[in-house]
């Protein structure tokens, strides 16, 4: 195994955006992973047999862990200098300043920020403690990071309160410097069903994507790169687009909690528990392990409708979290079948292929 998510702070975070998974917000106390922890980790990854480790430190809130305890990350890799270490974050960008964007400079880590398309989409969600929409705060920690250098990707969450701004989101990302853009739609398994007013249906982000793919061919600039674009141009190719959710490679990452408990991705939550850094020796002890085996097997059965269909090859039955059960079937089936469907057939006829 080489690749990992680490939620360094567990779910604990400085904002309050309204759909976010850890909704249950009641947390006051920072939870942080202790040295003795991050020491532990790092003692199974330097035994591990592959060279390249990817670690995505993660939250909640990354941030929020301090910069001694990412200090305390490069110390230790530093250690282990025959492997080669690649390091992301993925964070809310609230907390940047200039020391943060020196240090992911000089570290050479990769920042994914979030920001949910234009100010005014943005701050729809993605709100403080107060009430109040943090588009400005977050704009503030990226144009920080760009000053220093580092361009952060960016992840925009769609759901069912901002869809119909496609235009306006993609325009606001790409009008304000970001080059690398993903959507993902939100979809909240924990509030599946007619209570949930924020997961999109699958006709809904099928209109969507149609909605950026022309914004995006009006736009014609080829170094703005989307990632559901580049996927879907993929796929009309027969070549399999480079993302777990095309690519059915879930199995192929773990999820490491601040309190060391071990889990599949991260949006799976926390049913499928896999084990705990004390105990382990090495990562292999769990992916060769009864739960996990079980686990990657109970994921890659698929149901009816994808034995039959010509693009299996290339979709996989799609994210494992955004799957919904069928009556009478044994495996659910990927909630935007519909659309990765006809995304595919709008852009062979537009682009006429
Ligand atoms: S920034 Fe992320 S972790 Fe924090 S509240 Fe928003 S969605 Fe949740
Ligand atoms: S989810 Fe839909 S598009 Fe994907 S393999 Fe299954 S049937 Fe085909
Ligand atoms: S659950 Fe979805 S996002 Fe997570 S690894 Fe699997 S396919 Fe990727």
């Known amino acids: 195994m080489s690749s990992f998510q680490v939620k360094i702070v567990g779910d604990f975070c400085n904002k309050r955006c309204t759909y976010c998974r850890n909704r249950d917000f009641s947390q006051n106390v920072a939870t942080v992973m202790s040295f003795k922890k991050l020491k532990k980790l790092f003692m199974l990854l330097k035994v591990s047999p592959q060279n390249k480790v990817r670690v995505n430190w993660h939250g909640g809130e990354p941030l929020l862990a301090g910069k001694t305890f990412f200090n305390n990350i490069v110390d230790l890799e530093k250690e282990c200098p025959d492997k080669l270490w690649l390091n992301a974050v993925q964070t809310n960008a609230t907390l940047v300043d200039s020391e943060w964007a020196s240090f992911f400079h000089d570290n050479e880590f990769h920042i994914g920020v979030s920001v949910d398309g234009s100010e005014k989409t943005h701050n729809v969600n993605r709100i403080d403690a107060s009430g109040r929409g943090t588009y400005k705060k977050v704009m503030r920690g990226v144009n920080i990071l760009r000053n220093h250098n580092v361009h ?199 682009l006429g292929l």
């Open 152 to 350: 952060p990707s960016v992840i925009c969450t769609v759901t069912k309160k901002t869809t119909k701004d496609a235009k306006e989101m993609f325009l606001g990302l790409v009008n304000t410097g970001f080059k690398n853009i993903a959507f993902n739609a939100f979809y909240n398994t924990a509030s599946e069903g007619d209570g949930d007013v924020y997961g999109l249906a699958d006709d809904e982000w099928l209109v969507f994507l149609v909605e950026i793919f022309e914004a995006w061919i009006d736009l014609n600039d080829p170094t703005i790169r989307v990632r559901e674009i580049d996927s879907a141009l993929a796929w009309v190719k027969s070549k399999s687009a480079n993302f777990c959710m095309y690519r059915g490679t879930c199995h192929q990452w773990l999820v490491v909690d601040y309190d060391g408990e071990i889990y599949p991705c991260e949006r799976l939550g926390k049913e499928i528990h896999l084990g705990n850094l004390q105990s382990l020796k090495t990562f292999e002890d769990v992916v060769c392990g009864p739960l996990f085996l079980e686990w990657k097997e109970s994921v890659s059965i698929l149901p009816v409708k994808c034995q039959g269909c010509d693009f299996c090859s290339l979709c996989h039955n799609g994210c494992v979290s955004h799957r919904q059960a069928i009556k009478g079937e044994e495996a659910p089936l990927y909630t935007y079948c519909k659309s990765r469907l006809g995304f595919d057939n709008y852009i062979r006829n537009r």
